[in-house]
């Protein structure tokens, strides 16, 4: 193994991504070393380079949480995962597993987490370092192309879709069709939900269809999206699910509700929504966000994957095309997801 990889890192909030060499790291007591192989591109991964959160990364790092690959060392300590296996890294690289949200099961919410990609190099390079404790197991035998996006995208759809409180055969609204919301009209179809899917974009619109979504509403060339929304519904959606970069999309899903409804929040553009108090009170309706999932609900998305019930659309490029796989980003330019191959 050479000391050193080829890896994306952000050096500055304003400007390009270097792609160079970075040194190898050692793996520390429960860390793994994995050589990586595919990873996805998600837009957090751009809202990271670009700083656009109140609490910023600190450059130089290396982004990326949908990578997939083999155990190629492990710390002393480890024992869940060994040399050969296969694992992924995720938004939740680690939590600390002692305090009163890790114990409830909501480590999701562990204030001492880490994230892969953010406060941890991530997945945009040859090599990276896993909680071997955190890590996702992927199964033999699956598409390691196709189970990047499941890491990040496939998780985060799934146990917002838990969060929205609907049942089978139950009205879900997925907002924003992009590689969210591409695998969440499918997650939601293979929990037995009905979806109204809605975006900017027709091409995005066709490909929830595809998908299985039964109404598709175009958000920027529809008169009353909410009224069109509501009528083919009888009444609104009994769940709501944003995936959208854009805070125009947070109101129009509330308002799309059926009474008692939930809309989970999952998109995160940096701006804010006015909520409107009487609708909210009067409706019963609840407002909550979701972020990723546990290991849980990890094991559980990927199973659903593993069965062949959730296939992502994606397409694989090489890690150099990486500033412009983000400018196609920013414009909205991408069909489901883009799966960097780093061999
Ligand atoms: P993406 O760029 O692939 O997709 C965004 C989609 O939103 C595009 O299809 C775009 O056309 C659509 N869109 C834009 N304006 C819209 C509007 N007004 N109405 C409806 N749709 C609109 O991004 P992605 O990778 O799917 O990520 C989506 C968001 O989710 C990002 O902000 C990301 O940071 C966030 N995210 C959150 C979590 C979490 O745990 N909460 C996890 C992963 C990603
Ligand atoms: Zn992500
Ligand atoms: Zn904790």
């Known amino acids: ?29 429960f860390e793994a070393l994995v050589k990586v192989k595919y990873s996805g591109v998600c837009h957090t991964d751009l809202h990271a380079a670009e700083g656009d959160w109140p609490v910023k990364p600190s450059p130089p790092f290396i982004p990326g949480h949908e990578g997939v690959g083999e155990v190629v060392a492990v710390g002393d300590a480890v024992t869940r995962v060994s040399v050969g296996d296969t694992v992924g890294n995720a938004w939740l690289w680690s939590a600390c597993g002692e305090c009163e949200f890790c114990e409830d099961g909501w480590e999701t919410l562990c204030l001492q987490q880490k994230n892969g990609g953010y406060a941890v190099d991530g997945s945009f390079g040859q090599y990276m370092l896993v ?33 929205t409180d609907t049942k089978p055969g139950d009205w879900v609204l997925i907002s924003g069709i992009g590689g969210l919301g591409h695998i969440a009209v499918q997650y939601a179809v293979a929990m037995g939900r009905r979806v109204v899917a809605v975006d900017v974009d027709d ?88 972020i990723v999932g546990t290991r849980r609900d990890m094991d559980e998305a990927i199973g659903f ?21 983000f400018s196609r980003m920013h414009a909205g330019k991408i069909d489901g997801r883009i799966v960097m191959d780093m061999s």
């Not at 996006?149 to 146990?159: E, F, N, R, S, W």
């Open 203 to 290: 091409a995005k619109l066709e490909l929830a269809k595809k998908h299985g979504a039964e109404v598709a509403i175009n958000a920027a060339t529809a008169t009353d999206a909410v009224g069109e929304i509501q009528a083919a519904t009888g009444g609104g959606v009994h769940g709501a699910l944003v995936t959208a970069v854009n805070g125009k999309a947070f109101p129009q899903a509330v308002s799309s509700l059926r009474r008692g409804g939930t809309v989970s929040l999952v998109g995160l553009p940096p701006e804010q929504f006015p909520l409107d108090i009487f609708s909210v009170v009067l409706n019963g309706w609840t407002v909550r966000g979701s």
């Open 305 to 325: 994957f593993a069965r062949g019930q959730i296939n992502p659309t994606y397409a694989v490029e090489p890690l150099d095309n990486i500033n412009d796989i």
């Open 131 to 163: 909680d071997s404790r955190y890590c996702p197991v992927l199964p033999e035998g699956v598409d390691l192309a196709g189970a990047a996006p499941i890491l990040c995208a496939g998780v985060t759809v799934y146990k917002g879709l838990k969060q």
């Open 1 to 29: 193994m050479a000391d050193t990889f080829r890896a994306a890192v952000v050096t500055s909030f304003d400007a390009p991504l270097d792609v160079k060499d970075v040194e190898l790291p050692t793996p520390g007591p």
